[in-house]
């Protein structure tokens, strides 16, 4: 009886590891893809149960994710150097990416005489570029007032 004990308190905690726990929501991921992909109904609602189920183990250990997650000793410091490398690439993404969708868009509203087809498209990456500068802007007009 004490064996089964253990050997169920050791299936318990691999549940409860970190890394089990990263490829289950891999899984569900791959899942949901897989379900919206194929329009199969029954695998989006595994992918959904699967969901609550870790959602449930997730808020049961809410007080030890830090350290199911990172281990007990290890302990991630980020600083300043850190923080300013992450804003300036994000920043730098954000322009290459949006000066490649206004690119596109330029051309595709430039052929659209001969390849009307594509007028759709062009509207619509002006309307991804149109948000995200509003994005962009609303906030930095936040964050420039909050601090």
Excluded at 112 to 131: H, I, K, M
């Amino acid at each position: 009886m004490v064996n089964s004990k253990a050997t169920i308190m050791k299936i318990l905690s691999i549940f409860e590891s970190g890394l089990f726990i990263k490829i289950l929501s891999v899984f569900i991921t791959g899942l949901w893809i897989v379900g919206l992909i194929l329009g199969n109904i029954y695998i989006v609602i595994l992918a959904v149960i699967l969901l609550i189920a870790l959602s449930t183990v997730l808020y049961i250990h809410r007080n030890n994710l830090k350290e199911i997650f990172q281990g007990g000793s290890e302990i991630i410091v980020e600083d300043e150097r850190t923080q300013l490398i992450n804003e300036k690439a994000a920043t730098m993404t954000l322009g290459i990416f949006m000066a490649v969708i206004i690119w596109l868009d330029i051309v595709i509203f430039a052929l659209r005489n001969n390849y009307p087809q594509f007028l759709e498209a062009g509207y619509t990456l002006f309307s991804a570029a149109l948000f995200c500068f509003i994005l962009y802007f609303s906030s930095r007009l936040y964050y420039s007032r909050k601090y």
